[in-house]
């Protein structure tokens, strides 16, 4: 049996790729799945496609929990629970953080308004108000948040997140986002720390014939300039990150 595996072992990628609709992100994690038979992918699959994506494969070093895209405390507990059995040569795929983020806000939201987010806004808007409380919401949200990206941080192995697109605000005033992302025009949609948690960020773009890679940041890697690709274990962790093969049995 053929495996891939990094050239430092104790230096474990952290990735982050974000695009739109159609452009591969999903299937970044499942072509490493296909690469590392010796590793376990642990997977929070919030938009249920991963049970589906694997039924050609059959892969058996999946471990797939189906996360509802609005269900914060069962998303923690199960992350909780992947890192108590992993170890330094798996993955964790997070799947996405978009809507890791949306179920975080809602689950403040139903606990100190006792409604979902999309009835409080509303409610908001037609007072006369637009959104959160800024300080003093966030001052609970975002430290709910950062113990989900602290269970992200201790997991032992790899990580793999995926994010949604969304269009860079003119008016953005964080310098660091207005530098790595202003070149491109758009950044992952979700919490804005999230870009400074990967080690690696890439762009996925699908185009009338393949996808695209465009590299946001790396470490001392070849970067990719909107080039097509079309197996990321392949094309990214093998000729870019260095993995390489090795014949195991």
């Known amino acids: 049996m053929t495996d891939i595996i990094p050239p430092d072992p104790n230096d474990p990628e952290r990735i982050l790729v974000f695009g739109g609709p159609g452009a591969g992100k999903s299937r970044c994690g499942l072509t490493i799945a296909e690469a590392t038979p010796n590793s376990t992918m ?3 699959d919030n938009d249920f496609a991963w049970t589906r994506m694997n039924s050609r494969l059959k892969l058996p070093n999946l471990d797939i929990t189906q996360i509802f ?3 914060w405390e069962p998303a923690t507990q199960a992350l909780k629970s992947i890192n108590n059995q992993a170890d330094k040569q798996d993955w964790l795929n997070v799947d996405g953080m978009t809507s890791a983020w949306s ?31 800024g300080n003093s ?13 602290r269970l992200i941080l201790e997991f032992p192995g790899h990580v793999i997140m995926t994010s949604e697109m969304e269009p ?19 950044k992952p949609r979700g919490q804005k720390r999230v870009p400074h948690l990967p080690h690696t960020t890439l762009m996925l773009n699908k185009g009338r014939v393949g996808r695209r890679i465009t590299t946001i940041k790396d470490r001392e890697r070849e970067e990719w300039q909107n080039e097509e690709f079309s197996n990321f274990a392949v094309d990214y962790l093998q000729a870019t990150a260095n993995w390489r093969k090795e014949r195991n049995g």
């Open 42 to 44: 642990y997977v929070l």
């Open 69 to 71: 895209p609005d269900d």
């Open 103 to 133: 179920a975080c806000q809602n689950s403040y939201c139903v606990r100190n308004y006792g409604m979902d987010m999309e009835v409080y806004f509303a409610k908001k808007k037609k007072e006369g108000g637009d959104g959160f409380e």
């Open 137 to 149: 919401d966030y001052q609970i949200i975002n430290p709910m948040w950062n113990k989900f990206l």
């Open 168 to 186: 860079l605000n003119p008016k953005e005033r964080d310098p660091i986002i207005k530098e790595m992302f202003g070149p491109v025009g758009s």
